[in-house]
Structure formats: C-alpha cells, structure tokens
C-alpha cells in the first residue's frame, strides 16, 4: 500500500541534505570557499580543457632511440659476461640488432655460447600469464665469432612496455606541476595524448616532458686525455660526453659507458641550497639497494672523479673524497632555483623509458572555453524549463513533485561529481542534458500506469501503490540497458566520450533514487495531508 515510514523520510531528507552540501561549493566564489573549516566538504567539479582552456599536447615514444639503447645495452652486456667468464676477445662489434664478438681462441667457443645464453630471458609475459618472447637469440656464425642478436618480438613488446611506462612517468610529472585533473591517455601503438585543463605555458609542460631524466653514476676515465679520444677513437667501454660547464659552454668528458648506479634507485629528491655556496642543488636519497651499492662504488673509488650523467649529459663530475654510505648525496652543477626544482621533479617522478617527441600541439583559450559554458549552459536551461512546464502541464501536482524531483537529481549528480572529482567536460553537459530527459521519463511510466490502473477500477491509493510496483521493473530494465551502453562507452571510448560516460552513468544512478524513492515520498506526504478524492490528472 501507499505508505511510507518516518525512518526512511528521514533517510531521503538526510540524503539530499549531503546532495545539497557537497554541491553548494559549485556556486560559491572562492573567497567564501577559503573560509571553510578544513572538515567541511568543499571539493568542486573539474573544468575539462574545452570549458576552461589549457594544453593538450600529442606525444610519441621514440621507439628508434629505444631500440638504439637495448642494442648498445646488449653490446656491453656480451662484454660484461665475456669479461667475468674470462673469455678473450678481438673485437666486440654492433651492427644493427646484433652484437658480433671475435674470440681469440676458438676452443672457448662452447663456453661462451653457454655464458651468453643466459642473456636470452623472455621479456614481460603474456596475457594468459605466460612468459613473453626471448629478448635475445644465441648463435655461432663460424668457430671464432658468437653472436647475440635482438629479437623484433622482444623489440616490440619493450616499445608497448614502455609506452605503458611512459603514461604512469608523465601522470606524476604532470601532477608535479600543481594542476588538476590532466587527462592522459593512450593514442594508438606509440602516442600518448596529454591534456592539462587550465596550464596556459605549454613550453614549460613540454620542457618537463623533453627529458628522460636518465640518471646515472658513471667513474670517469683518466686514461687519455678526453679532446684526444674525442678527435680519435676512445679506447673500449668508454665513451665522449659534454660537461655543462654554465652560460651555455661545454666540455668534452671521457667516461666509461659502465653505469654504476642507476637513478632507479631514488626514493627522493628535493632541490635545496649549498650551505657552503649558496647554490641551488639537488639533494637526493637512495632505497636499501642503491644506498648499498653507492657505498660500495664510492668506498672503492675514493680519490677518482665520477661523472653525475643526466640524459648523456654530464651535469657534474666530483671527486670521491671519501665513501657515502648513507644513502644520501647531492647534485651540484650550474642550476637556477627552477632547473633545480625542475630536476628534482623529473627524478621523483621516474625516468622515462625513451624519448617523448612533440607531434602536436594545441592552446585552448579561456575565452574559447568560457563560450562552451555559457553554451552548454543555456542549452540545460532551456531543457530543464521545457520539461517541468510539460511535466507541470501534463501531470498536475504529481508533474510538480517530478520537477523538484528532477531538481534533486541535477544536484546528486553535480555533488557525486565534486566527491569524485570528476571532470566535466561539454559532452558532460550533454550528458547532464540527456539524463534530464531520462529521469523525468521514469516519472512518465509510473504516472501512465497509476492512470492505467485507476480507470481499470482501482481506488486512488491502490493504483499509486500498483503504478510504482509494477513501473519499477520496467525503469530498471531501461536503466540497465542504458547503464550497459554508458559502461562500454567508458571503457572503449576516450577522452570527452569518457566524460560523457561519466556523467550518463552518475545520472542513471540518480534517477532511480529520485524518480522512484524521491517521487514515492512527496506522493504519501501529500495524500495522507489532503486525503483527496479523485486522480488529479
């Protein structure tokens, strides 16, 4: 029957009251936000990029410098095992993917073959949790040589992990940055596309994401000096890198190509000041691996230089004066206070696997933005006013309980939206549109079953009680189906189609509360206080 209990009254007051509180802050200038006790819910809606202006850049990962780096990482690993193993060698060659060593005795071929084999590990795994394809294939071109060659499956599947990396490295730097809210995501095999709502200074976003912040510990070799090997030929394992010298000048720096620490290690780093100098620098802090083997690499190096290389570059080559086996050191160089602090966000965030190349890029304007609201706006006006003077037309007091109803279910989804921090984008507004239309048809089935029912002889109370109980499954089912297509929308779609999937799903869920819960109420408050006689539509 037609009856509803103070407790859940109760509830449903107590509901839109939230409702009401986390969407107030929407229409509230910042000023009267500011004065708010930190307890107090004062989350708003997030501006997408084409309400609010910003950037959006279209990146892609260079799969050819990545490809470059596994090849010469193979190089120097065939070494690494061909030198632990005590296996004498000639040459050690790259050409293309594989790496080619000459042995000086051919009776180690065997030895060699077997030391190399375990070079040839699977890379990542599969999606049935199987093991990926072979990094490297093993082979003896004649009785002297060996190779190790790259297989283009393992090269593949890198590119695909690294585009994967790539998205979580530049989400932190990104959020590093102060923004809210930027949308990342995968565009294709190799491209990431980068949206960040309200950043009008795109060089910076693109100085942050231009490098690999590729940190590494390398000793610095003192056997010639480092203008000769760069004019010549540098002697085995070591390799000409520029020293940022300030103002712009470099120096050539010769170093071996053997990376001692890796910035994979770091747990932290802060930019800060030299207390001897004043300086800007960048202090850093190792996890219980790196501290250990720093330690272990400056205890036994004490009195040689070691080079600090950041993406090739030398930015600062000290001398070991003695072990650091705190886990915790500094980076000094030629900074300003932004470069430092620039540097130390790159190295919190993590290096990025390749290089990200800037493919294209867009400025939105504020201005641009401000007219999609001013749009999007009167088009949900315009919506809502055309449907509550239908529903009032039409239905009577009954279309007067669905448009407050309908009020209650605008505000739900603005105040699920604040506690999610959701972005609302323009296919958002739409979607706000479009569930407007939806939650005042659910009031229309119930209403055109109450009336069905009370000509085929019902009393008042009984065709209100069988109209909600029988329209119910028919709201549920059509929700569901709607509900369905959102999901699939969300997860296949990108972008703006997600913020439009977004908002429908929220309004889905709303209007079941509203139009049913919500509409139900109103309706017994006003029988039981009017006790009316006929249907009044």
């Known amino acids: 029957m037609l009856y509803f209990s103070t407790w859940k009254t109760v ?181 990431i596309l980068l949206q960040v709502p309200g950043l009008q200074d795109p060089q910076r976003l693109k100085d942050l994401l231009g490098q690999t912040a590729k940190l590494e510990f390398r000793l610095v070799d003192l056997s010639m000096p480092a203008e000769q090997a760069a004019a010549g030929r540098p002697p085995e394992g070591t390799e000409v890198l520029q020293e940022d010298r300030g103002g712009g000048q470099t120096t050539p720096i010769l170093v071996e190509r053997r990376v001692l620490v890796s910035g994979e290690d770091l747990t932290d780093a802060q930019a800060g000041f030299s207390s001897q100098t004043n300086e800007p620098i960048v202090n850093f802090k190792f996890n219980t691996k790196g501290a250990r083997a720093f330690g272990e690499v400056t205890q036994a190096n004490v009195g040689k230089p070691f080079a600090i290389v950041l993406d090739n570059k030398v930015i600062s080559a000290p001398r070991i004066n003695e072990p650091i086996t705190g886990g915790q050191g500094q980076i000094s160089g030629n900074f300003t206070v932004q470069s430092a602090n620039d540097l130390a966000v790159l190295l919190r965030a993590g290096a990025l696997p390749a290089p990200l190349t800037v493919i294209e890029e867009r400025t939105v304007g504020p ?71 939806t939650a005042v048809d659910s009031n229309v089935l119930i209403y055109e079953r109450i009336r069905e029912e009370y000509r085929a002889g019902r009393n008042m109370v009984s065709a209100i009680d069988a109209g909600f109980r029988h329209a119910f499954a028919v709201i549920f089912d059509s929700n569901s189906t709607m509900a369905i297509a959102a999901i699939i929308l969300f997860m296949l779609g990108s972008g703006p189609v997600r913020g439009f999937a977004v908002v429908f799903l929220l309004g889905i869920l709303t209007t079941v509360i509203t139009a049913v819960t919500m509409t139900r109420m109103m309706i017994a408050v006003w029988y039981r206080r009017t006790r009316p006689q006929t249907m009044p539509f």
């Open 11 to 191: 509830a449903v007051l107590a509901l839109c009251a939230l409702g009401i509180l986390f969407a107030l802050p929407n229409v509230l200038p910042q000023s009267v936000r500011d004065k708010y006790p930190s307890w107090f819910p004062a989350r708003t809606v997030v501006l997408g990029l084409d309400l609010q202006g910003g950037s959006q850049l279209l990146l892609e990962v260079d799969g050819e410098a990545l490809r470059r780096s596994r090849q010469i990482a193979l190089q120097e690993d065939v070494r690494r095992v061909l030198r632990e193993a005590r296996i004498g060698t000639t040459s050690i060659q790259l050409n293309g993917n594989t790496v080619s060593a000459t042995l000086r005795d051919p009776a180690q071929k065997v030895l060699a073959l077997e030391k190399l084999r375990t070079l040839a590990t699977p890379v990542g795994t599969t999606l049935f949790g199987g093991s990926g394809p072979v990094e490297v294939d093993i082979s003896s071109p004649s009785d002297r040589v060996v190779a190790a060659t790259l297989t283009e499956a393992a090269l593949q599947a890198r590119i695909r992990a690294a585009v994967d990396q790539s998205l979580q490295i530049v989400d932190r730097r990104v959020n590093e940055l102060g923004t809210v809210e930027p949308s990342i995501q995968r565009e294709g095999a190799d491209r």
């Open 367 to 437: 201005g641009l933005g401000q007219d999609s609201i001013d749009a999007g706006t009167r088009a949900t006006w315009y919506a809502a006013l055309f449907v509550v003077v239908f529903m009032f037309a039409t239905y009577g007091v009954f279309g007067f309980f669905a448009n407050i109803a309908l009020a209650i279910h605008v505000i739900f989804i603005f105040a699920l939206m604040s506690l999610l921090g959701a972005t609302l984008t323009l296919p958002g507004i739409a979607g706000i549109v479009l569930t407007i239309g």
